[in-house]
């Protein structure tokens, strides 16, 4: 049985920040009696853009996770670092989306791609 600790906790918390984003939609939705669109709400606007970054980036995250961690190319703890930052910087993004307390979009997105960075490049270097 393959053993992958890493990438089930990360696909764990990234399932239910999903479900939360995904909530944070139909909430709004069902208080502004839309199926489609955006109603021109800001407030709507922002939660589908949440919720839309979040299915665009965090699907790659954790195959990015899983290769590391099935690979070995990377020791125990720099792997549960890397989790981490991706979690790390995918709450601080949806925050800084949704305009909420303690949230920053921008730290979010840098965080994000550099710890994805590092996890290509030690990827690659481990194919090498």
């Not at 890493?6 to 999903?18: M, Q």
């Not at 790659?60 to 989790?83: D, H, K, R, S």
Request: hydrophobic letters at 60%; one cysteine or more.
């Amino acid at each position: 049985m393959l053993h992958i600790p890493a990438t089930a906790f990360l696909t764990g918390i990234f399932t239910l920040l999903l479900i939360i984003l995904s909530l944070h939609v139909s909430f709004r939705r069902r208080d502004l009696r839309v199926g489609l669109g955006d109603a021109d709400d800001s407030a709507l606007r922002r939660r589908i853009r949440a919720h839309g970054n979040f299915i665009e980036n965090a699907p790659l995250m954790v195959m990015l996770c899983a290769a590391l961690e099935i690979t070995g190319y990377i020791p125990a703890q720099f792997l549960w670092g890397l989790v981490a930052a991706f979690i790390i910087a995918r709450i601080l993004h949806a925050l800084g989306v949704l305009r909420l307390p303690g949230g920053s979009q921008a730290i979010g997105m840098l965080l994000q791609h550099v710890a994805m960075l590092i996890g290509a490049v030690a990827l690659l270097s481990g194919l090498i």
